[in-house]
């Protein structure tokens, strides 16, 4: 089974920190994505990169930039974290014609 | 990307079958229909996805119209474990990205 790990489950920032979250995937993927999901707007996407070095903006860029320097990785990143960036993230790896495989999430709370 | 309309909320009573149901008017003809569903505190996983003949895997049914207008995802035996957020979505053949709604809340009674 395709595994992708988030490297954290609960994350506390505070304002204007630079913050990094993490995304492995062990299939050797090509195409990865971030999402965020919020009550009541469902999942979002934030970018998206189909190869190393690759990215594209998906629905809700402002505030983020993405990270691919190795396959199996996407990192998220929040230059300067805001309180409205408080949000549960998805990393998701495009697995084939059945679509998706999800990490479990990560809950970031910014204080 | 075309949408898709899911009622909000469904309940159904535990060991009965489930029939959650999707409409996509603007289905395009090469739009995949995909399932997708959220348990409580973890990442949406794959259900099910067809485009045009109804399809069956271990874990549901998937039903499609004559038209793709519309489509039903069948649990034939809904557990407890099943209760959860089901996403009804479009991709478009050749496109990796996915859109999500809000889905369907499923509430399963014991």
């Known amino acids: 089974d395709v595994k992708v790990t988030q490297s954290s489950r609960y994350l506390v920032k505070r304002t204007g920190e630079k913050v990094f979250l993490e995304c492995v995937q062990d299939?050797?993927?090509?195409?990865m994505f971030w999402y965020r999901q919020d009550p009541g707007l469902g999942l979002r996407l934030i970018y998206f990169?189909?190869?190393?070095?690759?990215?594209e903006k998906g629905d809700i860029p402002e505030g983020y930039s993405v990270s691919r320097e190795k396959k199996e990785r996407f990192s998220l990143i929040l230059e300067s974290a805001s309180t409205n960036q408080t949000s549960m993230y998805l990393c998701?790896?495009?697995?084939?014609?059945?679509?998706?495989?999800f990490g479990s999430g990560t809950r970031l709370t910014v204080v | 990307d075309a949408k898709t309309t899911q009622p909000n909320s469904m309940e159904s009573n535990e060991e009965e079958p489930v029939h959650l149901p999707c409409n996509h008017s603007t289905i395009s003809g090469t739009d995949y229909i995909h399932w997708y569903r959220q348990l409580p505190s973890q990442g949406p996983e794959y259900v099910i996805h067809g485009l045009t003949s109804n399809v069956n895997n271990r874990m549901a049914s998937l039903a499609i119209a004559e038209d793709r207008k519309s489509s039903t995802l069948i649990l034939h035996r809904a557990t407890l474990r099943d209760a959860a957020v089901y996403y009804c979505?479009?991709?478009?053949?050749?496109?990796?990205?996915?859109?999500f709604g809000t889905g369907t809340r499923l509430t399963i009674i014991p």
């Open positions: 990169s189909y190869d190393v070095k690759m990215k």
């Open positions: 998701a790896s495009y697995t084939g014609p059945e679509g998706y495989t």
């Open positions: 299939m050797d993927h090509e195409n």
């Open positions: 979505i479009l991709r478009r053949g050749g496109n990796e990205k996915l859109t």
